[in-house]
DNA sequence: TACCAAATTTTGACATGTCAAAATATTACA
DNA sequence: TGTAATATTTTGACATGTCAAAATTTGGTA
């Protein structure tokens, strides 16, 4: 029914949604996606037609209720794959996003099903992403970062948002993923750089940018 | 590089052309694939361009090298997808097929080779048929069927041709599956039937087609 | 308020797969 | 050996996604 393309376009448009309420711009859609703007352009009256949003020329888009339902089974099925590929299949979890990205379009409900409940009705994947229900339902928790938590104490990584291999990698080295504990050795703003030494003992230095992707959990 | 649509015309190709070695015409391809005959015609001229068939028009096609190792790999693809679905995930033998036509061509070398160790590098898939080797290598075993084997004394089922999901469930609820154990009761060419008697007690009532598909290693 | 730079949309083109129906080739048989 | 039934190929059309480049709109600035 709906094609691979048209979850992508989806799941892009809830994901940017996921984190402000206003109209997306076609821009953003394209730039995101690695599209030409007029090919976004174009994918947008196709969705709107379908009643998956609502797009008003020059102005942006919205998911419609229908949009976001299909958007969030979407991004379901990517997290439960990737949580499986690094639980049960034991691939890294710098590697699961690539893979999932195709999987998602080709796992049907009830191989996503059994692989739910393999995992034991998992609610966040490898990167601490959170799982949306099987009614599409998603609850994002707010979490402070690398660069907004106070200093001093141990923290817990609860989620990467920066999903890129080479730095996954660098994180998963140095001990940091979920579940991990950390310290903010130093953090200063004008040199943009963050020290963090992690239970391996090993102290990784960072710039604000990624440093901003790794949310904790402030010591309990 | 290549589509899931040029990977299902080759695997296609291959399996026909696993049993027997003449020219094999698109009009046949066609109907395998279900698609209106020029649509496999077209498919030809773009196959054979890219150096994976010979194709002499009004006569048929066959595979190049480069074309059959190509669609042995999908063909491993698809069965060790089939065997991980059932040994792993606990799907009824009877639903892995249409789910493994999909997944063949979403599933990394990767994930792949992670499937077959998990399976302990398995030769043969749920339904008996044979898995070619990770450098596309099948080896077609010859075993009689139900219609072709001697009467009386066991028979261990070793392979089930017809993939259809009633038939498969039928001989399930039969316990008529490779490893099983199965008498023929009566057989007889003028009536067109075969009654097998399985390792349940129960007697099933077959007609030539169904039985010719099942292949049996005689008793030992 | 008029203009300009940036973003967005439109246009025209192309690639891949597909079909229905017309044209053509093959083959069986009369 | 000629013809007719059958299979195959060709033709013209369409659906989906994509791009480059031209045209248009928007929003900030002079
Ligand atoms: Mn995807
Ligand atoms: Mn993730
Ligand atoms: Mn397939
Ligand atoms: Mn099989």
Redesign the interface.
């Known amino acids: 029914m709906t094609s691979s393309t048209v979850e992508d376009y989806l799941k892009c448009i809830y994901l940017i949604q996921t984190r402000s309420t206003d109209p997306i711009s076609t821009g953003l859609i394209a730039s995101q996606l690695k599209v030409a703007p007029g090919t976004a352009t174009a994918m947008m009256k196709t969705l709107s037609e379908s009643g998956l949003i609502t797009y008003e020329p020059y102005r942006g888009v919205r998911l419609t209720q229908a949009g976001s339902k299909l958007a969030a089974h979407v991004l379901r099925r990517h997290r439960v794959i990737e949580l499986f590929?690094v639980e049960?299949?034991?691939?890294n979890w710098s590697?699961v996003h690539s893979?999932a990205e195709?999987?998602e379009?080709?796992?049907?409900e009830?191989?996503l099903d059994?692989?739910d409940e393999?995992l034991g009705r998992p609610s966040v994947d490898p990167h601490g992403d959170p799982i949306p229900s099987p009614r599409g339902v998603l609850r994002e928790k707010e979490y402070p970062s690398l660069i907004s938590c106070p200093l001093g104490g141990l923290l817990k990584v609860v989620r990467v948002t920066d999903q890129s291999a080479n730095f996954l990698r660098l994180l998963e080295r140095h001990g940091i993923m979920p579940g991990k504990e950390v310290e903010i050795a130093s953090r200063e703003d004008a040199a943009d750089s963050v020290i963090v030494r992690s239970s391996s003992g090993k102290a990784l230095h960072l710039g604000f940018r990624p440093a901003a992707s790794i949310l904790v959990e402030p010591g309990e």
């Open positions: 590929l049960v299949m034991g691939l590697d893979e195709l999987l379009h080709a796992v049907s009830l191989v059994r692989m393999m």
